[in-house]
């Protein structure tokens, strides 16, 4: 049951990872048949899985805050590093692989960095591998105004940033990579799909009397989960990025837009608001969007 084929993986997201769940980032939990007398199982090393039905097996270790995964075959899987920015392709054969097949340089303050990723119903054939991150620009020498609108499409790889000001106003991003499975292993970048916010610094003093004076600049509440629908197209969960309610790029006022969908009818729906927002978007047939309105 230890095979990757047939085990359950925990498919966890850690916005807040603790250092336990850093420890082992990587579980297999298997349903016991057996009988055990005692309510609790002890794995040799990470934690405590109180359901005596459960163990505990590492895949791999020493992954960098891990986000979340996909299986891109029975035995090979492709986990995203948060702050590093990093696709790890594991693979299962006589041993367990684990190597680097993509870098992105992100932004890894706060909750940004690489944050969602999903593949194409068509991956068998097609190879493509959408991914949800946070980009990085020079900080701007005016901190409540952004350096840039956004970085450029093909994105920049190794060395990520820190610094919450380090964005551009449109950092958040959804690519499309292709999967190279020889020569390397390898992701090539195919296409951008939208540009969302990621910069958020509230307490100008200009105009005065806002009454957020105090807020320091943040990178909270970036969404990031990507999933293809029955019907074909590529959800996008965005955060309000610290908006209160309002999505962050809406023109509307402090009720926004909840979803949005574009694609094959272009339509747009408006209900009635949360603090959050889901897009819907055909990636075989939209051109590139960027979200600023
Ligand atoms: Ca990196
Ligand atoms: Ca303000």
Same mark, same amino acid.
């Given at each position: ?5 047939? !085990? ?16 082992? &980032? ?11 007398? =005692? ?19 590492? /895949? @791999?270790?020493?992954? /960098?805050?891990? *986000? @979340?995964? !996909?299986?891109?075959? %029975?035995? %090979? ?6 702050? @590093? ?7 299962? #054969?006589? #041993? &367990?692989?684990?190597?680097? /097949?993509?870098?992105? +340089?992100?932004?890894?303050?706060? %909750? ?11 991956? +068998? ?8 991150? *946070?980009?990085? $620009? ?6 409540? &105004?952004? =350096?840039?609108? %956004? ?30 499975? +020889?020569?390397?292993? =390898? ?44 019907? #074909? ?5 965005? #955060? ?26 272009? $339509? ?21 969007? /960027?979200?600023?309105?």
């Amino acid at each position: 049951m230890n095979q990757l084929g047939n !085990a359950r993986i925990s498919p966890f997201r850690a916005r807040s990872m603790n250092a336990a769940i850093l420890a082992v &980032v990587l579980l297999c939990l298997t349903v016991l048949t057996s009988s055990i007398t =005692s309510n609790r199982v002890q794995a040799q090393s990470g934690p405590t899985v109180l359901d005596s039905r459960l163990t505990v097996d590492a /895949v @791999t270790t020493g992954l /960098v805050t891990p *986000t @979340t995964m !996909a299986f891109i075959s %029975e035995n %090979e899987i492709l986990v995203l590093e948060k702050n @590093t920015g990093k696709v790890q392709y594991i693979a299962k #054969g006589n #041993g &367990v692989l684990t190597q680097t /097949v993509l870098d992105l +340089a992100v932004n890894n303050s706060s %909750e940004r960095g690489l944050l969602g990723i999903a593949l194409d119903p068509m991956f +068998a054939s097609n190879g493509f591998v959408y991914l949800y991150w *946070t980009c990085h $620009s020079a900080p701007s020498a005016d901190p409540f &105004v952004p =350096s840039a609108q %956004e970085c450029p499409d093909p994105p920049q790889t190794g060395a990520d940033s820190g610094d919450i000001l380090a964005v551009p106003l449109l950092a958040n991003r959804v690519d499309r990579f292709i999967w190279n499975a +020889a020569g390397g292993p =390898s992701l090539t970048f195919d296409r951008n799909l939208i540009k969302l916010r990621a910069f958020q610094n509230d307490g100008a003093p200009d105009p005065p009397n806002q009454g957020d004076a105090a807020q320091p600049p943040r990178g909270n509440h970036d969404g990031g989960i990507l999933a293809f629908g029955p019907d #074909g197209k590529l959800y996008i969960m965005v #955060g309000d990025l610290g908006r209160r309610g309002q999505l962050q790029n809406s023109a509307i006022g402090s009720h926004g837009d909840r979803t949005r969908t574009y694609g094959d009818g272009r $339509s747009i729906r408006r209900p009635r608001p949360r603090s959050s927002s889901l897009f819907r978007s055909h990636p075989a047939t939209e051109q590139r969007r /960027v979200d600023s309105n």
